[in-house]
């Protein structure tokens, strides 16, 4: 079976979702300054928007990301509270046999899933190291003073006082 095409929805006869996840401009006829023009059938690029997720343009100011697109015009609306989520954790992946609604809970489970779980020192605030924590729980089992241990470690006392509870850094 070949790609199958549906009318994006809100931009119907205008634009065009298939479901490999790409997108095409219609053949139509738009004014344009006293007169018209034509605007010929094409296939749009999308641009790498936040985290990966491909955005297509659909006009001035409006941008939409194209796994909505597809769950769209292929599923339905998004229920409330859900999410669009990629099964193989691939942003780029925009087939609809790769996208689901699910809840942002099913989301976060992905990311654990694929590894993508900013936590320890892949998050983005982290000041420490897998190493440093190692160190950190050495000096600790030795009775070491969380107050010092934090100024050698450049972080609060607090945050220590979180890795030795295991709040943190499990």
């Not at 605007?39 to 100011?61: C, N």
Request: aromatic share 6%; charged share 25%.
């Amino acid at each position: 079976m070949g790609e199958m095409w549906k009318a994006v929805v809100g931009f119907e006869g205008r634009y065009e979702v298939s479901d490999q996840g790409r997108i095409r401009s219609l053949s139509r006829v738009v004014p344009c300054f006293g007169g018209t023009r034509v605007i010929r059938e094409r296939l749009l690029r999308p641009k790498v928007g936040a985290y990966g997720r491909l955005e297509i343009s659909l006009g001035k100011g409006v941008s939409r990301r194209v796994h909505n697109l597809v769950l769209a015009a292929f599923v339905g609306p998004r229920p409330d509270r859900m999410q669009a989520c990629h099964w193989d954790g691939d942003a780029g992946n925009n087939r609809l046999a790769n996208l689901r609604w699910d809840t942002p809970s099913g989301n976060a489970a992905d990311k654990s899933r694929h590894g993508r779980n900013p936590v320890g020192e892949r998050h983005p605030n982290s000041k420490l190291t897998t190493d440093a924590v190692a160190e950190i729980r050495k000096s600790l089992r030795a009775g070491a003073p969380t107050r010092l241990i934090a100024v050698a470690h450049g972080v609060s006392q607090g945050a220590i006082v979180n890795i030795a509870r295991g709040r943190t850094w499990r």
